[in-house]
C-alpha cells in the first residue's frame, strides 16, 4: 500500500512520447501535471515520472532532493487520494509530475499541494473518461 514499485515507474519510451505529445497537462504550482489515460494492459494502475528541469536546479543534489520529497509524498497519498477514486472509475493513467517551482519547498508543503493535484488529476480523468465513453 506504501510501496513505490518498478513496476509503477514510468520507463517506457513510446508511453513518455505520447504523453507528452498527446497528453493534457494541467498546472498545479509548483508542479505541471501531464497524463494520458493509458491501454488497459498497463502492469500499474498508474505509471509516473518525476522530471527535475536541470536548467533551473544546477545541482544534482538539488534535483534529487526534490524528486525525493515529490515521490515520498506521492508513495504516502497515492493510495488513499488517487487509486481508489480511478479504481471506482476503472482508468488507468501515465503521469508525469514536472517540478516547475522557483524554490525548493518544504516536504509538508509540497505535500499539500500533491494532494491537490491528485484531486485535481481524478476530476479530469474521470470528466476524459466520459468524453471519450460518449
Known sequence: MYTF????????????????????????????????????????????????ARKRYKHAVQRNLIRRRMREAYRLHKQQHLYDQLNQANIKLVLSLNYIGKEILPYQQM????????????????????????
Open 5 to 52: 514499485k518498478k513496476e509503477e515507474r514510468l520507463c517506457n519510451k513510446g508511453l513518455l512520447e505520447q504523453l507528452f505529445h498527446k497528453g493534457s497537462s494541467f498546472l498545479c504550482y509548483p508542479f505541471r501535471a501531464s497524463w494520458l489515460l493509458a491501454p488497459d494492459d498497463l502492469p500499474a494502475q498508474v505509471q509516473v515520472v518525476f522530471p527535475v
Open 111 to 134: 505535500e499539500k499541494k500533491m494532494l491537490k493535484l491528485f484531486s485535481q488529476l481524478c476530476e479530469q480523468a474521470t470528466n476524459e473518461q466520459h468524453r471519450q465513453l460518449s
